[in-house]
């Protein structure tokens, strides 16, 4: 399920609820919004709530359609009876996480843009130099040095590109999926200049905004621990949960049992403390979540940037190198073309 079919679900069902509309007439209403897989999940819930099945139970059995944080959060407000409240909160977080989504895309987008016209320079450029022949015949001077002409030049120009992208982003799934236990390095992630400290604050922001929305759920403190370490979609915050957990059993406040986990900095714990003595767990946990949320905006803009940086730092470097690497080219024929005048001379 995309971000905004979760966040238009959650908004609509919430409301709905708020207002008292009947579960099965809501779940059929919702059988008629999105496409064909997301109709079909909403029949199979509406099916399952007529059976009488809890609507996460029948979320679950979706084969992963519905978000993990939806389906944790649907069976905490049908446990604790504040489900529509908890829909609506979801709402504002699936709106939050498509905003800095949109953010980021909106930024990079005329650079990707012009990275793309590069490459088609460069394309049409391969593809004339095995069209077009010079007037004494023959094949036309190579002027990339490459060796690439016309459309078989072309296609091979594509592969490299096509391989260069399965690298990025095999090392992209490779770091989400931990593979080889890859996500150990994200301590070191966060040292790196201007992104590191970027990329935890966004993290942070998704812990602190399902922390808050399962405290005001009813969750309980060690529950809800977990429930925002998953929504970090990181097995290294995952691996914290047990440490967190035996920490609060053995009578440590909700901000230790975030320390005990060594995970997160001492800023946020310190925050977290003093939002405890002040309030609440969810209604602190809610303040600074907010507050986060404040700085991932800012954040995404920093990622963003940098980014926007590198893709353009990219197409210039390429651009500079083919230039010169032509002029050098261009520079051989000349010195080849002269070479009997120079050695008569």
Known sequence: MKLTAARDFCQRFGVGLRAGADLLMLLDSEGRHGGAKQQSAMRQLRQGAREGRPLA?????????????????????????RLERTMLSLADHYRQQVSLRRDFQRVIAWPIIQLVIAIGVLSLLIWLMGVLQPAGGGQMTDLLGFG???????????????????????????????????????????RVPMIGGAIQTITLSRFAWTLA????????????????????????????????EQAIRGGRTLAGGLSATHLFPDEFITQVEIAELSGTDAES????????????????????????GLIWLSVAGLLIFLILRMAMNISGMYDDALAPINARG
């Open 57 to 81: 139970q029948s979320m679950a059995d979706q084969h992963g359609f519905f978000p993990p944080l939806l389906v944790a959060m649907t069976r905490v407000g049908e446990a604790t009876g």
């Open 148 to 190: 690439l002409r016309g459309p078989t030049g072309v296609l091979i120009f594509w592969m490299y590109i096509a391989g260069a992208v399965a690298v990025m982003v095999s090392i992209y799934a490779a770091f989400r999926y931990n593979v080889g236990g890859l996500q150990n390095i994200v301590p070191l992630l966060y």
């Open 285 to 308: 946990i809610d303040r600074i979540a907010k507050d986060y949320d404040e700085r991932a905006k800012g954040a995404m803009k920093t990622i963003a940037g940098f980014a926007t």
């Open 213 to 244: 929305l399962a405290l005001d759920s009813g969750l309980d403190p060690i529950a809800s621990i977990r429930l925002g370490l998953d929504a970090t979609d990181s097995d290294y915050y995952r691996s914290g949960g047990d440490d967190s």
